[in-house]
Nanobody
Framework: QVQLVESGGGLVQAGGSLTLSCTFS????????MGWYRQAPGNQRELVAT???????NYVDSVKGRFTISRDYAKNTVYLRMNSLKPEDTAVYYC?????????WGQGTQVTVSS
């Protein structure tokens, strides 16, 4: 069973930066595709960024050029570096791990950007 533990959320002013971390345990990290999703109040959960097992990454248009997803295979950890944060980035951010039909979620970490 995969376990995902997120950290790094918090309150930041617009224009500021945060780095989210997600530590993976329970299976072989390197084979899993990893992603960050977010859900704002009243909205559906949306994909923010993904990084697949070979390291290739993809981003939703609204965060391109501001967010960077990365993974450390030695630490079994995936990161989301968020720069130039905007109030509309406020949401609960969730870490996700996928391998075939297997799909796991972390508990979420709150990111609040004040204007």
């Amino acid at each position: 069973q995969v376990q995902l533990v997120e950290s790094g959320g918090g309150l930041v002013q617009a224009g500021g930066s945060l780095t989210l971390s997600c530590t993976f345990s329970g299976r072989i990290f390197s084979v899993y595709d990893m992603g960050w999703y977010r859900q704002a109040p009243g909205n559906q959960r949306e994909l923010v960024a993904t990084i697949i097992s070979n390291g290739r990454s993809n981003y939703v248009d609204s965060v391109k050029g501001r967010f960077t997803i990365s993974r450390d295979y030695a630490k079994n950890t995936v990161y989301l570096r968020m720069n130039s944060l905007k109030p509309e980035d406020t949401a609960v951010y969730y870490c996700n791990a996928q391998w075939g039909p297997k799909n796991y979620w972390g508990q979420g970490t709150q990111v609040t950007v004040s204007s």
